[in-house]
């Protein structure tokens, strides 16, 4: 979500400590799974892999379907995995104005209606995890579990310095692009920025709706402070907390194996009563 992972997925810089062997299958540029829809005014992108309950994954800022690579090739042996580029993201058309979070969760249930998946379960990394969050608010029907990681509920709880450092790197993004410098898409870096230095807006009253049960997870190192994701969890009405000790904001590829087989084992377990 923020300044740290914007620059790992835009410029290459990898920081996980990665255990599983890596996919072969090229998620996120796969012409034998992608399909384009005419979502919200948009083409929205996305690749579908497996079959059985449909399971939804939803990668973070500035990424992409090939960020949620471990989890799709995991799943996908026994789930129909439904991956989507956010708005703006990977192959998905930005479309116009200014992106927001409330958009890009609309768009998720949009398509999921022309897939006519039914209730789905969401795997949902940074600000994935607030589309999904989002999702289950603005459109319950469509969602049975969410299992989310490193994700928050406004800017104000990100650990200090992360907005002005963020807010630095916008004013930059805005120079290179009035300058008209193309070594980067800067258009798309200001519409991230921006992105996460005005949103979400996710109140106390809004978790208490989310009925859905939800794994709520972060790294022992994640960039999201601990303090914020227990809150979240706390928040919600039918929620389990699990923290990844050793791992940081990305446990998800940090720890792939023991990620999937937690989110896993949450999805399986029996209904709440």
């Known amino acids: 979500m923020f300044r740290h ?6 410029f290459g810089v990898s ?16 012409p034998a799974a992608g399909h384009y829809s005419n979502v919200d005014g948009i083409r929205l992108y996305y690749e579908v892999y497996g079959s059985g309950a449909p ?19 995991f799943f996908r042996s026994h789930r129909r995995v439904i991956a989507i580029d956010s708005r703006g993201h990977g192959k998905s058309e930005m479309g116009p104005g200014r992106l927001t979070y409330t958009q890009m969760a609309d768009d998720v249930a949009a398509l ?21 969050l989002l999702v289950a608010l603005r459109h319950p029907a469509v969602v049975r579990r969410l299992a989310i990681s490193g994700a928050n509920l406004s800017p104000e709880a990100l650990a200090p310095g992360d907005v002005p450092s963020m807010k630095a790197d916008l004013l930059n993004a805005q120079s290179k692009l009035a300058a008209g410098d193309r070594s980067q898409p800067w258009a798309r870096i200001c519409q991230y920025l921006q992105l996460m230095i005005t949103q979400p807006h996710i109140t106390a009253a809004d978790l208490k709706k989310i009925t859905a049960p939800t794994l709520v997870m972060a ?26 000790p050793g791992a940081g904001h990305a446990a998800l590829q ?10 896993d084992g949450f999805f399986q377990a029996p209904e709440p009563k």
């Open 219 to 244: 790294g022992g190192h994640d960039l999201i402070p601990a303090a914020h994701t227990r809150a979240i969890a706390a928040g919600l009405p039918h929620a389990i907390l699990h923290v990844f």
């Open 112 to 132: 999921l209606a022309q897939l006519h998946t039914g209730p789905a379960d969401f795997i949902g990394w940074s600000d994935g995890g607030i589309v999904a």
């Open 5 to 10: 992972l914007l620059l790992t997925v835009l």
């Open 55 to 73: 399971l939804v994954v939803l990668h973070g800022n500035g990424g992409s379907i090939a960020s949620m690579r471990y989890q799709i090739d």
């Open 254 to 263: 940090e720890v792939p194996d023991e990620f999937n087989a937690v989110v």
């Open 15 to 30: 920081c996980a400590l990665l255990t599983a062997a890596e996919p072969t299958t090229p998620y996120g540029n796969n």
